[in-house]
């Protein structure tokens, strides 16, 4: 009987630690906001929802907002951990914004200058 106990100590153990680690991968993401930021993002609420609307952040600090058709380059970098400084063109003009920037797991949420937030899911 001892030997059942063991096996149901161990297992539980085993079950805590497992339990912990699940618990800890989306919090690692969320730790380091310059790697969570990289990749697709499609916009799902805000002022640009339903325009069919995304941005794709790089690791090179470079970045590309598509909106109806049209794809807008620009570069960014990081002001401090949760803000970003966008530089890109348009209409001629070069504008420069900053943003808030709040990761959650596959949700983004971008606020600038209007305090309107943009809310964004990870593309898959």
């Known amino acids: 009987m001892g030997s059942i106990r063991g096996e149901h100590a161990m297992s539980s153990r085993l079950a805590t630690v497992l339990f912990v680690a699940?618990?800890?991968v989306p919090l690692c993401s969320c730790s380091n906001p310059k790697k969570a930021l990289i990749g697709s993002w499609k916009v799902d609420g805000g002022s640009l929802a339903g325009t069919g609307a995304g941005i794709q952040f790089r690791d090179n600090r470079a970045f590309t907002v598509t909106m109806g058709g049209q794809a807008f380059p620009g570069t960014y970098e990081w002001v401090d951990k949760d803000t970003i400084r966008e530089?890109?063109?348009m209409g001629g003009q070069q504008v420069?914004?900053?943003y808030?920037?709040?990761i959650k797991g596959d949700h983004l949420t971008l606020t600038g200058p209007?305090?309107?937030p943009e809310t964004l899911t990870r593309a898959k």
Do not use: H, K, M, R
């Open 96 to 98: 420069t914004q900053e």
């Open 100 to 102: 808030d920037v709040a």
């Open 114 to 116: 209007t305090g309107t």
């Open 22 to 24: 699940f618990l800890c």
């Open 87 to 89: 530089t890109f063109s």
